[in-house]
């Protein structure tokens, strides 16, 4: 699994007209899933994802998590991710996992960091989704397990 993690002030995701997932001040998590990946590797990504420290302390030092700000995550699926342009201008999307494996997995990630205690807004899967947000240093950090 890969992530893409942005810190932000505020996000949200829309499909169509809806805001579909809304967050105030925490993580933007863009998640890709490939073929190997499982529910153990959906769990190892909550856990570097819950305890990452890039949250500013009380000096204004990126030294806390967003359980221990209490911040949000809102988590967008995004095969994307997988994509390999390397032999071209058009990428394949080989890489990434088809949406039934793809999409149970995501939502163990998601579980996972529910049961960290975190507040977690979700895009909707298989949709064409509209992501907003406000990048928040800007502090961008990819992750993959």
């Known amino acids: 699994m890969r992530a893409v993690i942005q810190r932000v002030t ?16 925490g993580f933007l998590v863009l998640v890709g899933v ?9 769990t190892k ?13 009380e000096n204004g ?21 997988y994509g390999d342009a390397s ?8 890489a990434a996992a088809k949406p039934e494996v ?5 939502e ?3 579980a996972e960091l529910r049961a960290r205690n975190l507040t977690v807004a979700t895009g909707r899967f298989r949709t064409d989704m509209a992501v907003a947000l406000v990048n928040d ?3 961008t950090l990819m992750l993959e397990v």
């Open 102 to 106: 793809a999409e149970p997995l995501i």
């Open 45 to 57: 990504l909550a856990d570097r994802i819950a305890g990452l420290r890039i949250m500013d302390d």
């Open 10 to 25: 505020s996000a949200s995701v829309s499909v169509g007209d809806e805001v579909v997932g809304e967050i105030g001040a």
């Open 137 to 139: 240093g800007p502090s």
């Open 108 to 110: 163990v990630l998601i």
């Open 61 to 81: 030092v990126m030294n806390k998590s967003v359980v221990d700000v209490g911040a949000e995550v809102l988590v967008v699926s995004q095969f994307t991710l």
């Open 34 to 42: 490939t073929h190997d990946d499982d529910e153990a590797k959906a």
């Open 87 to 94: 032999k071209g201008r058009r990428p394949t999307w080989s």
